[in-house]
């Protein structure tokens, strides 16, 4: 006859193993989330697009599930263990070994989606090295879940030896997950770029509301206005808040003559290079440096 937990205590062991689903799903992949925008950065390739190249966004997402999951993680499996040697939980009760299983299939599922878009990608073209690199990563990651379910089935917390080899899974797993978050954490954007960045991409948002609204002055008068403010008032009503940058620094306009005009701001950063990882916005109609810069432009209908 199988072990069984007593009533109260299957809500409690119950929630301890759906937690650390929940909290495993959100470390392994993320983890792999890192790693393979590690081997982006490391191993670029040329001809990949967006959605595979390496990319700030992806690898800060990753970074904070891996702060916040990994120590709830760790921390559910500790009072899971506890409860196995304080005898609240039978390590034979048919709820534990439905869960441990349950994991397992999850684990199973994601770990087989890893697999086949990595090998979809190479097929469609990728990189040896990142194919071989991100193959690795999936099947460690898999397999350093599978043996420890494996043997969390089959362990004796009465035994001397079970806290050794509990040891012997846990610290190699957390020393790897450190080395991954340092090493992510090193090349991310760091707050303050990423808040520089905000702020130019907001004012971009400006400047192309701006030139849609003169584009439309423009047809209606075949001439541009002197000054912005003519745009405030009908037809056209120009939002006030797009002549200004986000810390309040008015943009500077002025007309060239013709259908040509320029825009000038200070900006935070500069969206010339894509070394960071991070999606370019309005570099084709408006390429910058950081610092001052005007930028000229003319209506589109002239070109």
Known sequence: ?????????????????????????????????????????????????????????????????????????????HQINRGLLKKELDRRADLRRWLIYFI??????????????????????????????KSAVAIIIAAVIF????????????????????????????????????SGFMIAESPKQARQRRYDEKLIGNFYQIDSVLSTYYQHNNRLPDSLDELLSTPYFLDRQA???????????????????????????SNLDNNDGVRTIGIEKWPHQSGWQCLEQTIWSDV
Do not use: H
């Open 243 to 269: 002549l200004q940058a986000s810390d309040g620094q008015k943009i500077s306009y002025k007309p060239l003559g013709g259908a040509k005009y320029q825009l000038c701001a200070t900006w935070q950063t």
């Open 104 to 133: 397992l299939l999850v684990t199973a599922v994601v770990m087989l989606s890893w697999l086949i878009a990595i090998f979809y990608r190479y097929l469609d073209g990728e990189l040896t090295g990142q194919f071989l690199a």
């Open 147 to 182: 043996l420890f379910y494996r043997y969390d089935l089959r362990r004796d917390p009465k035994k001397a030896s079970d806290a050794r080899y509990l040891r012997w899974f846990a610290w190699p797993v957390i020393i790897m997950l450190v080395i991954l978050f340092i």
């Open 1 to 77: 006859m199988s072990a069984k937990l007593t009533n109260n205590q299957l809500p409690k062991f119950g929630f301890f193993y759906l937690l650390s689903l929940i909290s495993l799903i959100f470390t392994a992949i993320p983890a792999g989330l890192v790693a393979f925008q590690l081997i982006n950065k490391w191993l670029p390739d040329p001809l990949s697009g967006y959605t595979v190249s390496y990319t700030s966004s992806s690898l800060k997402f990753g970074l904070a599930a891996l702060l916040i999951a990994v120590p709830v993680y760790f921390w559910t499996n």
